[in-house]
């Protein structure tokens, strides 16, 4: 903003090296439309890298850099993976398109299920359990095992580590309470919440067998992780069925089918993430807001679903090959099996088709598609909306 102020109405330009986050997420509807609203315009930019030097404890940032100049007729370039682009103009994610800027969103602007949370215990602990503390209830109370499902946030789908919780509906809260070893762990609930300070978890001290927050839905579902390596050329989704129970510590959809899957798993999905997504650090950032509600999705047929599903399960039947591997492996860059690679491979030219007919040689190709999809179907929606009439103006009291 500093920079823009001083070079606008003069013979003059700037470039930063910056953080790539200013072109990511949030931030780019907070700061780049005060620029363009100066008349100033990107001029080139270097999309995202590692930047390292030689300071004794080099953090190697990723970064971006960034020219600044006032509104011309000459080229635009954009610079990435050893290529020299020209743009018809570079928008605040660095990509060749208007100056559109995502916000958040509380629906799909595409016809795919709704992405949530996933639920939050709001417990100290007491409705979750180890893998050792479910064998050990279940030897002490075989019939506690229809209160029990699996439990995953991120971090343990993604290593491969087990988790469990109790997991009791209204109905089943009397045949529940009747095992003391699960009675016990309800009181706890009861005792910690009614111990808050928020009025809201006092409140939920009325109902301890339940989460705080319950968004589960016993069908399958599409686990995705809210943060993930940069590295990975595509973040660990996962396909669960309907008896685990997804953390608040990841996104899921319900009532998910598997060319869902296939489409938040390819490169085209990965491409719009590490664009509008945010970053923790240097891990991607997703969310279900920025990225998932508003990625755009042309009208699919039954069959192009069909062929969707077909490539998904061929991933998950890879995967399954190597099941002595966690997710962690499998997916990374360096230690990826070959298969596994092929097999994304054919989900990311059965996406690409959906965008194009012809084949894109980068990862800007398909952004700048994106972007003009986007901006279409947003007109369409905006179209659509019905036009709020004004309020009729009060009459005035009698006297």
């Known amino acids: 903003m500093k920079g823009s102020d001083y070079i606008r109405g003069k013979h003059a330009e700037l470039a930063f ?47 971006a850099v960034i020219g600044l100049r006032n509104e011309s007729s000459e080229p635009k370039y954009i610079y990435t993976d050893d290529l020299k682009i020209v743009a018809e103009n570079i928008n ?3 990509s060749d398109g208007s100056n559109v800027c995502i916000a ?7 016809d795919i299920p709704a992405m949530s949370f996933g639920s939050m215990p709001n417990d100290k602990g007491a409705l979750i359990l180890t893998p050792q503390e479910k064998d050990q209830l279940i030897e002490v109370a075989p019939e506690s095992v229809q209160f029990i499902r699996k439990f995953l946030g991120a971090s343990e789908f993604i290593s491969g580590s087990d988790r469990y919780a109790l997991w009791i509906n209204d109905q089943q809260l009397h045949q529940a309470t009747a095992i003391p070893e699960i009675a ?25 067998h339940r989460f705080g927050e319950v968004r589960y839905k016993p069908t399958d ?15 660990p989704l996962g396909y669960l069925g309907p008896d ?13 089918e ?26 991607l950032r997703y969310s279900n807001t920025i990225v998932y509600n508003n990625f755009p999705v042309p009208s699919l047929s039954n069959a192009m679903k069909e062929k969707l599903t077909v490539a998904a399960l061929r991933v998950l039947d890879v995967r399954e090959y190597h099941c002595e591997k966690t997710l962690a492996e499998l997916y990374d860059p360096d230690l990826m099996p070959q298969d ?27 952004l700048s598609d994106l972007f003009a999809l986007y901006e279409q179907m947003s007109a369409e929606e905006a179209a659509k909306a019905p036009v709020k009439k004004p309020r009729a103006p009060k009459k005035a009291a009698a006297k």
């Open 104 to 110: 958040k969103r509380t629906k799909p602007i595409s």
């Open 92 to 94: 605040g994610y660095l």
């Open 244 to 256: 685990t129970v997804i953390s608040n510590l990841a996104f899921g959809v319900y009532d998910a």
């Open 17 to 63: 090296v910056t953080t790539n986050s200013v072109s990511q997420g949030e931030h780019v509807s907070l700061m780049f439309p005060m620029i363009f609203a100066q008349g100033i315009e990107i001029d080139f930019a270097y999309t995202s890298f590692k930047w390292e030097n030689n300071a004794r404890r080099n953090a190697g940032v990723t970064v």
């Open 340 to 366: 596994l690679r092929d097999a994304h491979a054919a989900v990311d030219v059965l996406v690409d088709s959906i965008y194009s007919k012809k084949s894109y040689e980068t990862d800007e190709q398909r």
């Open 184 to 208: 016990s762990r309800i009181e706890e609930v009861r005792e910690s919440r009614s111990l808050s300070n928020r009025v809201s978890t006092k409140k939920l001290a009325e109902v301890p």
């Open 221 to 235: 579902s599409i686990i995705v992780p809210s943060v993930s390596s940069e590295r990975r050329e595509y973040i």
């Open 258 to 283: 598997p060319w869902v899957f296939a489409l938040l798993t390819s490169r085209m999905h990965m491409t719009w993430t590490r664009a509008v997504g945010g970053q923790l650090e240097t891990r």
